[in-house]
């Protein structure tokens, strides 16, 4: 799942419910007004026999999708190398956004990366206006889809039904569950060997900062802010160690760790999602006389799990098909990501326990796995998410066994999510690309960091923060403690919220505490309170998130990217 990302749970921004480098004046002069050309014909040429690649500016012009014309952004497309180490051979385009500055003091650009891999970016160029004190007011807002995503030419996509209704049991209790679940992804990778050509084998983080120099070039920037979710901070560190000079001001929410690349970043993911699943059905009990489910932890969770067995054995019938436990499973994987989602998940699983509300379950199936009966494309986020990290390193295991022992020695304390996310990522045993070798992280040179990670965080635990924080000297994090939202800056929470303002208008970091610490504790966001089912206000809460939720481009990345599983 790695990061399945909600991508960005950051658009604080879209809904109220929802979200570098050297230091250097931000004024107006001290970098080129963004979308300027490269200077001469000349210096391009020069910097192509020096062996870069500078693109072309972008031609901008209006967007495709209605919330990027309500928030008045410019779109266009950045061509850029198939192969950097052929920069005159087949060229491929990234689809970019931008909001422009309102403020009088320029910035500069701020490109946005939502997580996955494999999340739209379009959408985040909204971002600046949920930053507190208008401190976001300054910057260019760049959004963009990487290579392969979405808008971007060419999009990847392998097989749109994969993630269909009533899939095999996840736990291969048996030889024939784990031969249907090799069937399925080996369909799955042969798929993706037929449909895709050479870009198959240029989708590596490093591939995509290569292309965020080249939309730095394309802009005519002296340096980039950046902001980045989830994977997207992978990304910036990627950058960072080839570009570090480049970078201006960074923002880290919910930060990789660069020792678990991908592997072992994904099993490290199982045993925090199975505390945050358990931590959600503790809240359920607290709240019992709503959702009527038990009123302890172990009761809900043995409910919750009865449940599941139940579907495996007789499936209900959803409007496009068949849902049973692996559904079930995948519908309630909100929970462990974002504390957000607690209520309305509750009631769906309330609902159809007490009243066999098959709807809001299928519906909750549907929007976190990303399954779109009517979308050709709708596996491009998992696509592009199993094309970058089956590629970014050389450190998958390609014998079963390795797989199998792992899997069920984690499964035996952390039953949630464990197979389902070895089957999520095990088509890498047998992904049709070659491998690279994986680039060492190293941000001694960047000048300034700015990170925040909620301390139970499932998809990109703790210790990635401290690890990063580390590697990069001029890093400062702020932790929230008990928190168990991944990615959740700019939602709300004014100790976290209020930083990050401060340092996008100033640059001004807190204080660097000696040791493997954060240099800040934030109380998390409290936890939701539920309405009485079946009230007025209830309805109008549930409608206004599910809105949210569909008009959210860190929610529809995620669900696109099928992030962190």
């Known amino acids: 799942m790695t990061l399945r990302p909600r991508a960005l749970a950051a658009c604080a921004a879209f809904a109220t419910l929802l979200a570098s480098g050297a230091l250097l004046a931000p004024s107006a002069a001290a970098e080129p007004v963004a979308g300027a050309a490269p200077k001469t014909a000349a210096a391009a040429a020069s910097s192509a026999a020096a062996g870069s690649y500078t693109p072309a500016a972008p031609v901008w012009g209006s967007c495709s999708d209605d919330g990027l014309k309500e928030a008045k952004a410019q779109c266009a497309k950045v061509t850029v190398p198939l192969d950097y180490a052929h920069p005159g051979g087949t060229k491929i385009k990234i689809a970019v956004s931008r909001v422009l500055h309102t403020a009088k ?43 392969g995503v979405g808008d971007s030419e060419p999009a990847v996509s392998c097989d749109p039904e994969f993630a269909g209704y009533d899939r095999p049991r996840y736990v291969p209790a048996s030889p024939a569950l784990s031969e249907a679940w090799f069937a399925k992804t080996n369909a799955y990778t042969d798929a993706c060997a037929k449909k895709n050509g050479p870009i198959l084998d240029h989708l590596t983080t490093v591939d995509s900062a290569k292309d965020m120099e080249s939309i730095r070039k394309a802009l005519g920037q002296k340096k980039i802010n950046y902001y980045g979710f989830s994977y997207g ?34 099993l490290d993911q199982d045993q925090p999602f199975d505390v945050n699943i358990d931590i959600w059905f503790g809240w359920i009990a607290e709240h019992d006389s709503t959702y009527h489910l038990g009123t302890t932890e172990k009761a809900v969770r043995s409910l919750f799990y009865r449940t599941e067995e ?3 054995r007789d499936p209900v019938k959803g409007e496009g098909g068949d849902l049973g436990g692996s559904e079930w499973v995948d519908a309630f994987l909100y929970a462990g990501y974002y504390q957000s989602t607690w209520t309305d998940l509750a009631a769906t699983f309330s609902g159809f326990v007490r009243k066999g509300d098959v709807k809001a379950l299928e519906a909750a199936y549907l929007d976190a796995s990303g399954y779109d009966p009517d979308n050709p494309k709708a596996d491009n986020g998992y696509a592009v998410y199993l094309g970058v990290q089956c590629t970014d390193t050389k450190d998958w295991p390609q014998r079963w066994s390795t797989w ?20 999520f990522n095990e088509p890498c045993r047998h992904w049709p690309a070659q491998q690279q070798k994986e680039l060492k992280i190293d941000g001694s040179k960047v000048k300034s960091l700015l990170m925040v990670n909620e301390t139970l965080d499932a998809a990109t635990p703790y210790a990635g923060s401290l690890e990063v924080r580390k590697r990069f000297p001029k890093a400062r994090l702020i932790a929230e403690p008990g928190g168990t939202t991944h990615a959740g800056s700019l939602y709300g929470n004014a100790c976290v919220d209020d930083r990050i303002a401060a340092y996008l208008a100033t640059g001004d970091l807190p204080k660097r505490r000696s040791g493997k610490r954060a240099d800040v504790s934030c109380k998390p966001l409290p936890r939701p309170e539920p309405e009485a089912s079946g009230t007025k206000t209830a309805k109008a809460k549930q409608a206004a998130r599910a809105a949210a939720r569909a008009g959210s481009p860190e929610l529809s990345a995620l669900r696109r990217a099928a992030l962190p599983r």
């Open 233 to 266: 901070t992978y990304l910036g560190q990627v950058y960072g160690t080839l570009y570090p000079t480049r970078l201006r001001r960074v923002v880290f929410d919910g930060t990789v760790d660069p020792r678990k690349i991908w592997y072992d970043a994904n």
């Open 105 to 147: 003091k320029y910035q500069g650009v701020m490109l946005v990366n939502p997580g996955g891999p494999g999340g739209s970016g379009l959408g985040l160029v909204t971002l600046g206006q949920y930053v507190p004190d208008g401190a976001g007011d300054g910057y260019d807002w760049i959004g963009f889809d990487p290579r």
């Open 404 to 423: 199998e022992r792992d899997s069920w020695r984690i499964f035996r304390t952390a039953p949630y999510e464990t197979w389902a996310n070895t089957w």
């Open 310 to 312: 139940k579907l495996y």
